[in-house]
């Protein structure tokens, strides 16, 4: 038996949030740029999953390996002004609110030619 179609990761943290089509939207990671606050608690959270997941330890896991497991989907939450980082693990994927106030968007140096 074929295996079944997961619903698509946006669709997730909408029914999970109870709100609109309209107020989740994607950005691309590399527009985003994290408060310290917001770094320590994406490694935090990889910490707990990977525990979860694998059953390893990973205190000393890397801040940048930590940060690239939440990086399949990002959605900034208009209703919230908070952000949404999403990995997409084997069976699941799992989601980490970052308040408002712990990230924002980098700024661009303008064209490049």
Known sequence: MPEAQRQPVRDQVLEALGQSQDSLHELDYEDVALSAAG?????????LVLRRVSGMAAEDLPLSRALAL??????????TGGLILCADLSEKSVCL??????????PHLGHVQ
Do not use: M, T, Y
């Open 39 to 47: 770094l320590a608690l994406v490694r935090k959270a990889a910490v």
């Open 70 to 79: 939440f990086l399949d989907h990002v959605f900034w939450n208009e209703a």
């Open 97 to 106: 609110p970052i308040p408002a106030d712990c990230w924002g968007i980098k």
